[in-house]
């Protein structure tokens, strides 16, 4: 699942003044298009999210490129990103609906706005499916895709059925081309003077030591997850009531929380109203840098994985080549790696690469390039049951509203 911080945003995207050349006179319109004649140009476009593709990646495409640009177009959230495919569907038209080509400015059907590629994070894999707002992907074109790794996890994540559910039989979605995961964040300042040992795993957060001292995260599937984590069971049990520890363990770490939030938890650390934050890696990696007391550790028993991934919009008329092209060269071993390092977040490429010939800055961060051992006990929050998103939700619910 791709970190639900991304359920909060909006933007809205619209292709304006469509008719701008109907009425023109007619050498207005014939020098438009002697203008654009000839210009045989093939252009990939892409909707990223921002601040997953650096600007040094794009410029490095677009050298390898003959005859051919790049446009990339980034949004600040993937709520916006999906809320986009789900406008290009309603508003797909077939190519006919239009008498001028789509490569005419302003106008021409709405298909002229749909890129080729698009972020998806797995969060909405289950319901971009679901609404037909994607196309699957053809691995046979994808290099690269036999290789990724750990026991194919990525590839399991992104294949599924009709119904957007896990399927090894099933089609392939998304190409993932970054990952990250939920992490613990603490003062190493306040941790010394108080004498109190680092956290090293989930169990941690139950300390008595650290009552009223943590932000937790406004995400059911994420406190629940890793309580079920440090009892030693799976983010993705589907039957709550199996595990008898279950409801006690909420209650205890609900009074060691002092606020849950999914976007605000990292000020009250940097002034030191909380102690410890658990929170996504790429919130918590570039604050790092700026707040020398900041030091973050994955839970040594494992935690919740997340990736981004580029699909193709259903609305797209064909597969482009060049969205091909493009995938495969974000999972080229050198690009993956400086992706890693620019963008925060790891790169499926990354774990297939022999460690020795990855660069230095990236074999020192454990958070980018995690111990195998934590990596392997990790997962992926899979899409559940709806009766068991109930159990999540009733259980969520009466923990939220918990007298202190």
């Given at each position: 699942m791709s970190n639900p911080k991304s359920i909060i945003h909006h933007s809205n995207f619209t292709l304006g003044r469509r008719s701008f050349l109907t009425g023109a006179s007619a050498m207005l319109l014939s020098q438009l298009l002697a203008g654009c004649s000839g210009?045989?140009?093939?252009?990939?476009?892409?909707?990223?999210?921002?601040?997953?593709?650096?600007?040094?990646?794009?410029?490095?495409?677009?050298?390898?490129?003959?005859?051919?640009?790049?446009?990339?177009?980034?949004?600040?959230?993937?709520?916006?990103?999906?809320?986009?495919?789900?406008?290009?569907?309603?508003e797909a038209k077939p190519p006919s609906a239009s008498r001028w080509p789509s490569w005419v400015p302003f106008v021409g059907s709405s298909e002229a706005a749909i890129p080729d590629l698009v972020t998806l994070g797995d969060y909405w894999l289950e319901k971009a499916i679901q609404q037909q707002l994607i196309a699957p992907l053809d691995p046979t074109?994808?290099?690269?895709?036999?290789?990724?790794?750990?026991n194919d996890r990525w590839k399991a994540i992104v294949t599924r059925n009709a119904q957007g559910q896990l399927d090894a039989k099933g089609q392939v979605w998304g190409a993932p081309?970054?990952?990250?995961?939920?992490?613990?964040?603490?003062?190493?300042?306040?941790?010394?003077?108080?004498?109190?040992?680092?956290?090293?795993?989930?169990?941690?957060?139950?300390?008595?030591?650290?009552?009223?001292?943590?932000?937790?995260?406004?995400?059911?599937?994420?406190v629940i997850g890793l309580t079920l984590k440090k009892l030693g069971k799976s983010y993705n049990t589907q039957d709550l009531g199996s595990v008898p520890d279950l409801d006690a363990n909420l209650r205890a770490l609900q009074q060691q929380a002092k606020l849950y939030s999914s976007?605000?938890?990292?000020?009250?650390?940097?002034?030191?109203?909380?102690?410890?934050?658990?929170?996504?890696?790429?919130?918590i990696l570039p604050i790092i840098r700026r707040n020398p007391n900041i030091a973050v550790v994955i839970p040594q028993s494992g935690t919740a994985l997340w990736t981004d991934m580029w699909?193709?919009?259903?609305?797209?008329?064909?597969?482009?080549?060049?969205?091909?092209?493009?995938i495969n060269f974000c999972w080229q071993p050198?690009?993956?790696?400086?992706?890693?390092?620019?963008?925060?977040?790891?790169?499926?490429?990354?774990?297939?690469?022999?460690?020795?010939?990855?660069?230095?800055?990236?074999?020192?961060?454990?958070?980018?390039?995690?111990?195998?051992?934590?990596?392997?006990?990790?997962?992926?929050?899979?899409?559940l049951p709806t009766a068991t998103v109930q159990q999540y939700r009733d259980?969520?619910?009466?923990?939220?509203q918990a007298v202190s």
């Open positions: 210009q045989s140009q093939s252009t990939l476009t892409v909707r990223s999210l921002s601040g997953s593709v650096p600007p040094q990646i794009l410029n490095e495409f677009r050298k390898g490129l003959s005859n051919a640009a790049l446009n990339v177009s980034p949004e600040a959230e993937l709520q916006t990103l999906f809320t986009l495919l789900q406008t290009w569907k309603q074109q994808l290099q690269g895709w036999a290789q990724l790794p750990l081309y970054r990952w990250g995961s939920t992490v613990i964040a603490y003062r190493t300042d306040i941790f010394r003077e108080k004498g109190l040992q680092p956290p090293t795993d989930w169990s941690d957060l139950w300390r008595s030591d650290l009552r009223r001292h943590l932000s937790l995260l406004d995400q059911p599937r994420e976007s605000a938890y990292l000020q009250p650390l940097i002034l030191g109203d909380t102690w410890l934050a658990v929170g996504w890696s790429t919130d699909v193709r919009p259903a609305a797209t008329s064909t597969a482009s080549s060049l969205a091909t092209q493009w050198s690009i993956a790696a400086e992706l890693a390092l620019l963008s925060r977040a790891s790169s499926p490429a990354v774990l297939r690469t022999d460690r020795a010939s990855l660069p230095q800055a990236l074999r020192d961060n454990p958070i980018l390039l995690p111990d195998t051992a934590i990596l392997e006990a990790s997962e992926f929050l899979q899409p259980r969520w619910k009466t923990l939220r």
